[in-house]
């Protein structure tokens, strides 16, 4: 548990020590400031739906989500294994989950105060006389945290795969990208194969399961019947929870690998 904080404490140090970190929070506080200036019309000034759609209920929301926790598992993973600090951490009184356990949170508790920006807007339009409902602002801001944890790390584990910055993050991109896109694609594709397989034999039993399977592993069908609801449920608590628990495994099994190469 220390040694998860001491990397913890130098991570989201580092973070706010480089220009990458000040960046991102730039864009996410123009990019939300944007949408909230340009949905607010839309919605007849309802500042609630006008919060909660700046977080998840927008492409703008998703396209930070899919483009920032590769740029911060590049970082993490691939910029250091490069520049041999990873390889230092590895042969430091450290484990490995340690080190991956405390990049996972530091990079998710910088994206929990990107996604925060949100709710200071809430504020400012509380002291202007239009209070927003405050429980489901807060609903679905723990909703885009728990989301962003899922992707961070998902990322850090296609980021370490590789040694080299710019492919690490192609990686990490391609795989958020694919965990949003393929159940969308996968359910269409599914559907058109109804037309050709009956539903009482093998065929049809085998796409019936592949399309529930398919929707377990849909993240927007799971943060927008929920989060995006201001509903707190603890099945999509387990859900966002478990799966970063499955790749953060399997980037320690990976990390273990390096360790006895180096």
């Known amino acids: 548990m220390r040694g998860t904080l001491v990397i913890y404490r130098r991570e989201l140090a ?3 020590l480089t220009p990458l970190g000040w960046l991102l929070l730039a864009l996410a506080l123009f990019a939300n400031g944007l949408f909230l200036y340009l949905v607010l ?3 007849g000034g309802d500042v609630g739906s006008s ?4 977080l998840g209920g927008g492409t703008l929301f998703w396209a930070l989500m899919v483009f920032l926790p590769p740029l911060l598992a590049m970082r993490m993973m691939a910029e250091e294994s490069r520049s041999g600090t990873l390889e230092y951490l590895l042969t430091a009184p450290v484990s490995d989950s340690a080190v991956v356990v405390g990049k996972f949170l530091a990079a998710t508790t910088f994206l929990a105060l990107i996604w925060s920006v949100v709710p ?3 504020l400012l339009f509380q002291l202007q006389g239009s209070p927003p409902d405050w429980g489901a602002v807060f609903a679905t801001w723990l909703g885009a945290v728990l989301t962003s944890g899922l992707f961070v790390s ?3 584990l296609a980021a370490t795969s590789t040694n080299t910055p710019l492919l690490a993050a192609f990686l990490a991109f391609a795989a958020c990208l694919g965990w949003i896109l393929v159940p ?3 359910g269409q594709l599914l559907n058109s194969l109804d037309a050709f397989v009956g539903t009482g034999d093998l065929g049809g039993l085998l796409v019936q399961t592949l399309r529930s399977s398919l ?3 849909d993240v927007l069908r799971h943060f927008h019947f929920s989060w995006r609801m201001g509903v707190i449920d603890t099945a999509e608590v387990v859900f966002f929870c478990s799966w970063p628990c499955l790749f953060l495994f399997a980037t320690v099994r990976m990390l273990e690998g390096r360790r006895w190469r180096v």
């Open 184 to 186: 969308s694609f996968g």
């Open 14 to 16: 580092g973070l706010f």
């Open 154 to 156: 998902l990322g850090l």
């Open 120 to 122: 200071l807007y809430g």
């Open 41 to 43: 019309p839309y919605t």
């Open 215 to 217: 929707q377990a592993m």
């Open 51 to 54: 919060l909660r759609g700046a």
